[in-house]
């Protein structure tokens, strides 16, 4: 295993020296010649701005319904987890499991596992954050730094393949820092967090620093969590068209957990723990290496190259209170990552024919290495190791091809087309099997994509609509399945969407938008086998709407909903027909409305409301959870000479409402109880 993972790093360090080869020689080229001034038009000065890929076709997204949240909309607020940043796009909702360091999970598009799954692509600066099951930890995020956040619904974009058919969601950090920022928060529950972004910048260098701390108490037992990140990013400007910037990042948490309560425990004390067992730790650590070549004013290329190791252990466990010493009560998991990997684009942003012309095509290639082991939990010794149950490895590479772009035909008319190709191969090592070697079946996937955009009343109205495939391997704890079972396909993923955007003055944006999703090839096990079988299909079909209204300065009101309809077409488990069915774990309603006054001085707040809709519990719908709604405030006050003072008073659950923020099973239900009221304070110095 650790053979082939320093192979792969020697050939990643040789595409790195050739991909310095090419830069260098470039440069040399062009300084062999005169440089001649080019007049700066506007999409070159944007192109200038790129710097990770997408952000050339990032007006594509114009085409889509995806959410593109800025600094100053993720900033000054109180997430439980980063995770929650993605709650202000309609439609969307996050399920806190409130177990520490345990990633959260979010509902989007009809499915119900997009960082627990393989259903949603993630990615930090270009690295993507998916494991092999799709399983995705949001945490080592600092919403602090972010830049910019992405969130593409279904498989719209060609920059995107694997585990992205229900969408594609990409923070962007800071690479250039204008002012430093300190937050101090402490809030309930002893929850406290020491927070600085900054930096500094000269004609040749652009540094950014960030480090922030965490603790809280947790409200339930047993849930201390202790987290640190930092990160630094560094842009070394060698000449006017070639940037070098050098990123590194290092991440630690540790934290007990309280598990999920049953249903007597949640009704009698929503503060207990199941067991002092629960708990995990992991460290992780990354670095990238990015080159940015300007070889005309609507041309560049980027290079880049990175890799991450990173160690996870979870110790889960149930409540032991009536079992044996010797019964098992729950398992330990451990799992050791290694991933390298490269990329590069050529990126173009000018005109053809006098119509505005913008495209990408690009080359990717990632090597995962992953351990993975699981002991059992004996219920009376605690954390100890009981039997070894799982010890495998698995090797993944992953090559990709990919191309967008989008041309003006006509002046209201622009017209986005795509496409992706996607390898996959991999083997499996179980060393709990006599160490046999078992090779996946090599998956080869072309995903075309298109997307149409007009624009009429001089940018008042815009009609857009797309065409788009994407598709999903095996999920979940099915991945060894991909490896042992000798046939199976990629689920095909389908979405066809339409929409508008209407401003009707300045103050005012109106959106609506509708889509269908459609699955094929859904996996399903076939008991009597014990292999996964691709003869299922789903339907997803949904609405969102928004509006956005700024009023008197600066007061703000913001509204969504979003409605789906996420139904099983053919689909047989167990000896029983689901057909017809609601998928499990997916609310049909989501709301939120969201008003705020933010003067550049002086006195400011904001009041949201958030409402889902319950879930079915169960394929054959039968049981089904709460319908749950939150109301958050905070009230701020921004002072100081350049009002670089904010002081903020947050204020979660201000109506004190009790709901499960997680609720699983049918006759035996667990619950993850969500916060009661609580309070956070926040002193904010930009300087």
């Not at 969407?497 to 459609?518: C, H, K, W």
Request: charged share 25%; proline share 3%; aromatic share 14%.
């Amino acid at each position: 295993m650790r053979k082939t993972f320093f192979r792969s790093i020697r050939i990643l360090l040789y595409i790195t020296a050739i991909g310095f080869c090419c830069m260098a020689n470039a440069y040399a080229n062009s300084e062999a010649t005169e440089r001649k001034k080019h007049e700066t038009t506007n999409d070159a000065a944007q192109l200038g701005d790129v710097v990770v890929r997408g952000e050339t076709t990032q007006k594509d997204l114009e085409t889509t319904s995806a959410t593109v949240l800025h600094h100053e909309d993720i900033t000054n607020r109180v997430f439980v987890t980063p995770l929650d940043i993605v709650t202000l796009s309609p439609g969307v909702s996050v399920i806190q499991y409130s177990q520490g360091g345990t990633a959260a999970n979010f509902i989007m598009r009809g499915f119900s596992g997009n960082s627990h799954g393989s259903n949603t692509a993630i990615f930090l600066d270009g690295i993507p954050l998916n494991e092999g099951d799709g399983y995705a930890d949001t945490n080592v995020i600092n919403p602090e730094e972010l830049q910019r956040v992405e969130l593409i619904k279904g498989p719209s974009s060609a920059l995107y393949g694997n585990y992205a058919s229900a969408g594609t969601l990409a923070f962007y950090t800071k690479k250039r820092v204008d002012q430093n920022q300190l937050k101090l928060q402490y809030g309930a529950h002893n929850t406290y967090e020491a927070n600085f972004v900054g930096g500094f910048s000269n004609e040749n260098w652009d540094h950014v620093y960030s480090i922030q701390t965490y603790h809280t108490d947790g409200y339930q037992d047993n849930s201390k969590w202790d987290r640190q990140n930092a990160a630094v990013r560094s842009t070394y400007h060698a000449t006017d068209t070639l940037d070098i910037r050098l990123s590194a990042r290092a991440f630690d948490s540790d934290w007990d957990a309280p598990g999920y309560l049953g249903e007597e425990d949640y009704k009698r004390d929503r503060t207990q723990a199941v067991s002092e067992t629960n708990g995990g730790r992991k460290s992780r650590q990354e670095a990238r290496l990015d080159l940015d070549y300007q070889i005309t004013p609507n041309a560049k290329i980027l290079f880049n190259t990175w890799g991450y190791s990173q160690e996870f252990s979870r110790w889960y466990a149930n409540d032991p209170s009536n079992l044996d010493d010797d019964e098992i009560v729950g398992n330990l998991r451990t799992f050791e990552r290694d991933v390298i990997g490269t990329g590069g684009s050529y990126n173009f942003a000018g005109s053809l024919a006098g119509r505005k012309l913008r495209f990408t095509v690009g080359t990717d290639y990632m090597f995962e290495d992953d351990d993975r082991n699981r002991w059992r939990l004996l219920a009376g010794t605690g954390r100890e190791k009981g039997p070894k149950f799982w010890d495998y490895n698995i090797e993944m590479h992953t090559f990709s091809l990919y191309t967008q772009g989008s041309y003006q035909i006509l002046e209201p008319l622009r017209v986005v087309l795509g496409g992706r190709y996607d390898h996959f191969q991999g083997d499996m090592t179980d060393y709990l099997d006599g160490g046999e070697t078992f090779s996946m079946e090599e998956q080869n996937i072309f995903s075309p994509k298109g997307g149409v955009v007009l624009t009429f009343l001089e940018n008042r109205l815009e009609l857009y609509g797309n065409y788009s495939e994407g598709f999903a391997l095996m999920p979940g704890f099915s991945e060894q399945a991909a490896f042992r079972q000798e046939d199976w396909d990629p689920q095909e993923r389908t979405q066809y969407e339409s929409g508008v955007r209407i401003f009707p003055s300045m103050d005012l944006a109106l959106g609506f938008n509708v889509y269908r999703l459609e699955t094929d090839k859904d996996y399903i096990l076939n008991r009597i086998t014990d292999e996964y079988e691709n003869v299922g299909s789903t339907t997803r079909d949904g609405v969102e709407i928004t509006l956005d209204y700024s009023a008197y300065d600066y007061g703000h009101l913001y509204l969504d909903y979003g409605y789906v309809d996420a139904t099983y077409d053919r689909f047989v488990s167990d000896g029983k027909d689901l057909s017809g069915k609601t998928l499990r774990s997916v609310p049909k309603n989501i709301f939120n409305a969201e008003i705020r006054y933010t003067p550049p001085r002086g006195f400011g707040g904001r009041l949201r409301y958030h409402y889902e809709d319950g879930y079915y519990l169960d394929d054959a719908n039968e049981h089904k959870s709460e319908s749950w709604e939150r109301v958050d405030a905070q009230v701020s006050y921004r002072f100081g000479q350049n009002a670089n003072y904010l002081a903020a008073l947050d204020i979660v659950n201000l109506l004190d409402k009790e709901y499960a923020d997680y609720t699983a099973g049918t006759t035996e239900r667990r619950y993850s109880p969500a916060l009661p009221l609580s309070l956070y304070a926040t002193l904010t110095v930009n300087f």
